[in-house]
């Protein structure tokens, strides 16, 4: 009878699902678009013309989580588009294609793409935030994410900023043209 107890135990416990903070949602909707993007679903130039990940809450208690990842944005001002449905664990349900126009000014970087400098940009701020509580708030209640390219004497460098619901303060992260992190600082 012990036996079966802790069978049934053990099966309840892997069953239950746990809410995952705002920000690896998002990374995870950043995963997905990568996934998508292998199976041939949606177009590569989502990987190296993304330039901003917006997530909207749920409107209800038991809804879905919404990833806006965008394009930079046509010569003709058309913004491409794709947004993932997540639920609250992050697990992606359903996605949204909206393809306008391809991006001709997107940065370049030499050895990553943009998706990929975003999405290291969101393993940086997991990281930050167990050596700087100051950034917590932006795991919790992460909203966006916008990538710009700036150089210094020469050299790519991404400006990352990254804006929660419950501050007005934006984090800004400064990475390698690699994705390491240079530097970071909130304001």
Known sequence: MKKLSLCFLLMSFSSVSFAAPNSEIAELALHRVERLIALK???????????SLELAPPATENGLFTSTISQFAAENGDVSSVQISSDSTGRAVNFILSLKAVATSAPTWPSKDSLEIAELSMHHIEHLSAQDPAVEIYISSFHSLEL????????????????????????????????????????
């Open 148 to 187: 710009m390219q700036h150089e210094s004497e020469g050299v790519k460098l991404a400006h990352i900023t990254i804006s929660a619901f419950s501050t007005e303060a934006k984090l800004t992260l400064l990475l390698n043209a690699d994705g390491t992190l240079k530097s970071y600082e909130i304001n």
């Open 41 to 51: 679903k949606i177009p590569v130039s989502y990987a190296a013309n993304f330039e």
